[in-house]
T-cell receptor
Framework: GENVEQHPSTLSVQEGDSAVIKCTYS??????FPWYKQELGKRPQLIID?????GEKKDQRIAVTLNKTAKHFSLHITETQPEDSAVYFC???????????FGTGTRLKVLA | GAVVSQHPSWVICKSGTSVKIECRSL??????MFWYRQFPKQSLMLMAT?????????EQGVEKDKFLINHASLTLSTLTVTSAHPEDSSFYIC??????????????FGAGSRLTVL
């Protein structure tokens, strides 16, 4: 079945620096890749997503890149701020199932 | 935007009792809802896909007789943890997608239900 790997599991950066989180997926039929941010004890919130017909998408300080050939996608956060500290999950979905498989999560700490 | 309501947000029960968790899509109809389980500091593990008007589809390793799912309407799915035991203590989160229109496959999550079985 589909498998999504995510790295690193933890990431600490200084405020203002950039953070990059990487995910790889196994099923080449995957065509939708969202990223979720989850703060402690709260629900995951969608922060950005990308579809398989696009290589890159940007929304202010957040960007996502997709390499379909290599089956990996990455989240880039620039000019990090303390409020960016949270757990970030990547996910892969395919076809019309809307079924998501999540990565293992990355705990990001932005140090002031 | 799409809103998913989940209730209760936390519940404590005695071992052997059953607990029901409700998941409602408030401003859209959800043919399909999903139930996830999350252990502390771990990822979201898909338990089952809840299909309106039909039986749920369970992921491998999830006991369908223990985790009963009912999707009686386009806006409500329920998860019942039967004969709960301490190892069932976890954070259960539901999610739903409009399935059509803009954001058709964007998953919106409920706030989660923290179950503690004594």
């Amino acid at each position: 079945g589909e498998n999504v790997e995510q790295h690193p599991s933890t990431l600490s950066v200084q405020e203002g620096d950039s953070a990059v989180i990487k995910c790889t997926y196994s099923d080449s039929a995957s065509n939708y890749f969202p990223w979720y941010k989850q703060e402690l004890g709260k629900r995951p919130q969608l922060i950005i997503d990308i579809r398989s017909n696009v290589g890159e998408k940007k929304d202010q300080r957040i960007a996502v890149t997709l390499n379909k050939t290599a089956k990996h996608f990455s989240l880039h956060i620039t000019e990090t701020q303390p409020e960016d500290s949270a757990v970030y999950f990547c996910a892969a979905s395919w076809g019309g199932t809307y079924k998501y498989i999540f990565g293992t999560g990355t705990r990001l700490k932005v140090l002031a | 935007g799409a809103v998913v309501s989940q209730h209760p947000s936390w519940v404590i029960c005695k071992s052997g009792t059953s607990v029901k968790i409700e998941c409602r899509s408030l401003d859209f109809q959800a043919t399909t809802m999903f139930w996830y389980r999350q252990f502390p500091k771990q990822s979201l593990m898909l338990m089952a896909t809840s299909n309106e008007g039909s039986k749920a589809t369970y992921e491998q390793g999830v006991e369908k007789d223990k985790f009963l799912i009912n999707h009686a309407s386009l806006t409500l799915s329920t998860l019942t943890v039967t004969s709960a035991h301490p190892e069932d203590s976890s954070f259960y989160i539901c999610s739903a997608t409009p399935g059509q229109g803009t954001g058709a496959n964007v998953l919106t999550f409920g706030a989660g239900s923290r179950l503690t079985v004594l």
